[in-house]
């Protein structure tokens, strides 16, 4: 199954008997059959006819828009039969402070324990200046993490830790890339470009995901609900921002995919891909997510965030236990926290 991105704009998309047929408008088509789609992102001013929506959501497949610059606007979803009671479930979830509480936790554990797998994965092979120090930083605030009985200071564990990240993350990168911290709403260099574009795609998915599984992806645990965002998406893309994205920002700037020129700046967006280099960034990330992670268990990205959902559903459902992922690295390595 794949994720079909559309990203020419004035594109319009017609149903062709159970066919996506996508016209461009220097006159080709391009066509996608609809039992290997999973969902469909579109971006920018693409067209659709009514009979290809129709189409889509009999077939329950997912479209989602953002913009040319890749900004979440919304998601088109399928009717879902039967999840009325899953729903009270989760709004009753988040109305139980001590729930979201224990929650909280869980969820910047692994977002602090996953950011150091990474680092620590690196240093393994290259050994970096203030690992040591950004170590006993990881360990004293995921102590404290489980510990801890309000949310402010859970967030403030999480901030100070993800700006102890940055400082070990921003030394792995070329001194070409001028990127030395994190920027958003807009990004200010071409790594913090991608690493919005990236969180913004990953969201999006994990979002399509709780929603096929009957739940409210706009009513996070941890992310408090705010108009347009989906919160619980939010909450579950924390584990995944360093090891999936991060990581893959980084495989393109290592191995020089990309240069200063395949960027462009303005005033009001800052930093972002010129169109002509979207597609080679959105093809990349789509095998990125669907390539074998080469562990014991044959397993993908894509298969890993459908496993999370699934334990989100379970705890909301069934009250089962929720358990952040921990990345592998860690688990196998006598030397890691």
């Known amino acids: 199954m794949i994720t079909v991105y559309v990203y020419k704009q004035g594109a319009t998309i017609t149903r062709e008997g ?31 006819t009514t009979p290809t929506l129709s189409l889509l959501l009999r077939n329950e497949i997912p479209v989602s828009f953002l913009t040319i610059h890749g900004e ?9 039969k039967g999840n009325t009671i899953l729903r009270l479930k989760q709004y009753d979830k988040v109305q139980n402070s001590y729930k979201k509480l224990i929650l909280a936790r869980r969820i910047v554990y692994g977002k602090l324990y996953n950011s150091f797998a990474f680092i620590q994965s690196y240093h393994r092979h290259k050994p970096l200046e203030q690992f040591e120090r950004y170590k006993q930083i990881t360990q004293k605030l995921l102590t404290e993490c489980l510990t801890a009985w309000q949310k402010d200071v859970i967030m403030g564990y999480e901030g100070f830790g993800t700006r102890s990240y940055f400082l070990m993350y921003s030394s792995l990168f070329d001194l070409k890339w001028n990127f030395k911290k994190r920027t ?78 395949d960027f462009e700046y303005d005033e009001n967006n800052g930093c972002r891909f010129k169109k002509e280099s979207l597609k080679n960034f959105l093809d990349r990330f789509n095998k990125w997510l669907n390539a074998d992670l080469g562990f014991k268990e044959k397993i993908t990205w894509r298969q890993i965030l459908w496993r999370q959902v699934e334990r989100m559903a379970q705890y909301i459902d069934k009250d089962i236990e929720y358990m952040p992922y921990i990345h592998e690295d860690i688990n196998a390595d006598s030397s890691g926290l």
């Not at 979440?72 to 879902?80: D, S, V, W």
């Not at 919005?196 to 995901?209: F, I, M, P, Q, V």
């Open 72 to 80: 979440y606007k919304g998601t088109l979803l399928p009717l879902k």
């Open 184 to 261: 958003k709403r807009p990004p200010l260099d071409p790594i913090n470009a991608m690493m919005s574009l990236g969180y913004t795609l990953l969201g999006t998915e994990l979002a399509g995901l709780i929603e096929s599984h009957g739940l409210d992806a706009s009513l996070g645990m941890y992310h408090v609900l705010e108009y347009g965002r989906q919160s619980l998406a939010l909450d579950i893309l924390e584990e995944f921002r360093s090891l999936v994205v991060d990581r893959f920002v980084l495989h393109l700037a290592t191995q020089n995919i990309f240069s200063e020129y």
């Open 18 to 48: 159970e066919v996506l047929a996508i016209h461009l408008l220097d006159g080709t088509k391009q066509n996608v059959r609809l039992h290997s789609m999973e969902r469909l992102i579109i971006y920018g001013n693409v067209h659709f």
